[in-house]
């Protein structure tokens, strides 16, 4: 499976921006998708994702102003992020974890730049 992740782009401090992440065909395994992201020199780190139960979980420093949704149907996945930071500044990725197969998908990478 591919996923297509899209909706990054130049913002200003304080704007909003909703990536979106499509999978190039329909995984009827459970799976679980998340968004990370990586900042130049630095580790890839989880930014929000869905639980084995179906609970979300986000960063400490994007709780409250990113919002992670799905369309399950389409195994599509949406970050929306809200009041932007530079520090948000990143190439955002999402991956989907097949658990029958233990297998990881990620999408190519969205770059989102946040301006002072």
């Known amino acids: 499976v591919q996923l297509q992740a899209s909706g990054g782009g130049l913002v200003q401090t304080g704007d909003s921006l909703r990536l979106s992440c499509a999978a190039s065909?329909?995984?009827?395994?459970?799976?679980?998708m998340a968004w990370y992201r990586q900042a130049p020199g630095k580790q890839r780190e989880l930014v929000a994702g869905?639980?084995?139960?179906?609970?979300?979980n986000y960063a400490d420093s994007v709780k409250g102003r990113f919002t992670i949704s799905r369309d399950s149907a389409k195994n599509a996945l949406f970050l929306q992020m809200n009041s932007l930071k530079p520090e948000d500044t990143a190439v955002y990725y999402c991956k989907m974890w097949v658990l029958a197969t233990n297998s990881n998908y990620w999408g190519q990478g969205t770059q989102v730049t946040v301006s002072s």
């Open positions: 869905y639980t084995s139960a179906g609970g979300t």
């Open positions: 065909r329909i995984i009827a395994s459970h799976n679980i």
